[in-house]
């Protein structure tokens, strides 16, 4: 027994010992799925800001699987607005002036369509969403907020009972 050199040994190993326990501890926590505790919620502070909070009393497992549905959920798109409008249940209609099969070429036929648009080539990225009368203003600003792109305008309209 070296009991000397041995203490002046671990003196050295000490601190390389600490740093790669502090970087295997680093690594786990930059992939969501092996992370764990607060660094859980500061993935999802940084993906979603402050949309996503941890429930009172939610498990690890279970915050890291909302955060993945929520990454796979469909956005962006028109489809994603129109899902998620239909999901309110209501017959809600979406229109863009700039989509040629919304507008159906005014004062001609329109092919079944009831409804005759105008439709403009200065206005890409504007959407007009029309509610049924007795639609929750609410809900619809939120379902239009969950699946919409920055920088598109979307104007909505609840219409009159009348």
Request: charged share 20%; glycine share 8%; with cysteine.
């Amino acid at each position: 027994m070296t009991p000397v050199l041995d203490g002046l040994l671990s003196g050295f190993a000490w601190p390389w010992a600490f740093m790669h326990q502090l970087l295997t501890y680093a690594a786990q926590q930059s992939r969501l799925q092996s992370s764990n505790g607060i660094f859980i919620d500061l993935a999802s502070q940084d993906y979603f800001g402050g949309s996503l909070p941890r429930q009172n009393g939610e498990s690890d497992s279970s915050y890291i699987e909302r955060i993945k549905e929520r990454f796979t959920q469909e956005k962006n798109t028109r489809s994603a607005v129109e899902k998620r409008l239909s999901s309110l249940g209501k017959d809600i209609s979406v229109f863009e002036p700039w989509r040629a099969p919304d507008c159906v070429c005014y004062g001609r036929d329109g092919s079944g369509e009831t409804v005759r648009r105008y439709g403009s080539r200065t206005s890409p990225a504007c959407v007009f969403v029309e509610a049924p009368s007795g639609s929750d203003e609410i809900e619809l600003i939120q379902a239009i907020q969950d699946c919409r792109s920055a920088g598109i305008s979307i104007f909505y309209r609840i219409l009159n009972g009348s």
